[in-house]
């Protein structure tokens, strides 16, 4: 019964380890399609390449084990799922939100292959052992270099989001712009153009219209 109950529960593990491989391989081709080519391509493609290894790989030792790849998502790996295409990559933001999603998918990627390595020592099965060599250095490198690119977009996309801000801006036709209440505690928006009393809100600029 224990023997059972460890075997469905290494298992459960080993799939989960290859639906996040799966889960990293469709978000590293969901960014593909929105980047453009150059140096950032070609090192998301290698990595892209690596992960799908990975994957058959752990596909692989659960077969060795005599298990089937179920394909079961955990609440990590079905909420990965959720955001994948989310968005269209247009944008700098969007091509962070990418790469921190993407980032954070590797991060789980490198937590399993430690918790692997741990589990084939502490059961001394060399499939297991095997595994998690092979996956190791690519972990370590992929969420090292994620890590550094993403550190580099931060500022980036807050600048392109400040420019994209200031041309809204200057597409405004002066006598439509609108503003917050002067009492400055986020309240109502008056438009100036319609209500000229500075700060005066709607109702009370028609009461004064009829007082005598």
């Known amino acids: 019964m224990d023997d059972q109950y460890n075997k469905q529960n290494l298992m459960r593990f080993l799939n989960e380890c290859c639906e996040v491989e799966r889960v990293a391989v469709q978000q590293y081709d969901h960014i593909l399609s929105c980047v453009g080519d150059g140096d950032l391509k070609q090192q998301l493609t290698s990595f892209r390449d690596e992960t799908q290894r990975y994957a058959d790989a752990l596909q692989q030792v659960i077969s060795d084990i005599g298990g089937t790849t179920i394909g079961e998502r955990t609440p990590f790996v079905a909420g990965m799922y959720?955001?994948?295409?989310?968005?269209?990559?247009?944008?700098?933001?969007?091509?962070l939100e990418d790469m921190e999603n993407?980032?954070?998918?590797?991060?789980?990627?490198?937590?399993?292959?430690?918790?692997?390595?741990?589990l084939g020592e502490a059961i001394d099965d060399p499939r297991l052992k095997g595994a998690a060599e092979f996956l190791h250095d690519g972990a370590i490198?992929?969420?090292?270099?994620?890590?550094?690119?993403v550190d580099e977009m931060v500022p980036l996309a807050i600048l392109s989001e400040v420019d994209r801000t200031?041309?809204?801006?200057?597409?405004q036709a002066p006598g439509t712009q609108r503003r917050e209440d002067i009492r400055g505690h986020g309240g109502p928006i008056v438009d100036e153009t319609m209500y000229p009393s500075e700060?005066?809100?709607?109702?009370?600029?028609?009461?004064?219209?009829?007082?005598?």
């Open 82 to 95: 959720n955001i994948i295409g989310q968005s269209d990559g247009g944008g700098a933001f969007d091509q």
């Open 166 to 171: 200031q041309e809204r801006r200057e597409r």
């Open 199 to 212: 700060g005066v809100m709607p109702e009370k600029y028609d009461e004064q219209q009829f007082e005598g």
């Open 141 to 149: 490198e992929h969420v090292s270099w994620l890590t550094a690119e």
């Open 102 to 118: 993407l980032l954070t998918i590797e991060g789980r990627h490198r937590i399993n292959v430690e918790c692997l390595a741990v």
